[in-house]
């Protein structure tokens, strides 16, 4: 007995075998009561149905959303650099190693920061491999 649907059937049976009087005042409550469960079970399970389509629905919009995006930006994701991504550039801490990504425009005003995870100072002097915008503007 785990689903509504048969809880009220259960109910519904135990109404009929206790032969309780439906014209009486108190059987006409009984009887009532039993109607709108039977029938609020009927639209619970409407209800998961349509969620379920619902959900299938979904997904299906996903993957083919998913599917647009590789066509789309598979491309576009070339053209990044590696280290560099929005304005932002990724460091390794030299002691714990975690990946910090710090704003650019830091770079050039500090010559150290303080790594989140150890609290140890990371230093932002970089030596240059020939990639950097002083080097490729020539």
């Known amino acids: 007995m785990d689903s509504i649907k048969s809880r ?16 009486d005042r108190e059987g006409k409550v009984i009887k009532e009561i039993v109607e709108v469960l039977e029938e609020i079970a009927d639209e619970i399970d409407e209800l998961k149905d349509s969620q379920s389509d619902m959900e299938e629905y979904v997904d299906n919009l996903d993957e083919n959303l998913a599917y647009i995006e590789d066509e789309l930006f598979d491309d576009e994701d070339d053209d990044y650099d590696d280290d560099e991504i929005d304005g932002f550039v990724e460091v390794a801490c030299q002691d714990c190693g975690e990946t910090v990504y710090i704003d650019a425009g830091i770079l050039d005003e500090k010559e150290s920061i303080i790594c989140p995870n150890c609290h140890k100072n990371i230093s932002l002097q970089f030596e240059c491999d020939g990639h950097c915008k002083e080097c490729t503007e020539d």
């Open 8 to 23: 009220v059937s259960y109910l519904k049976g135990l109404m009929d075998g206790l032969k309780i009087d439906t014209e």
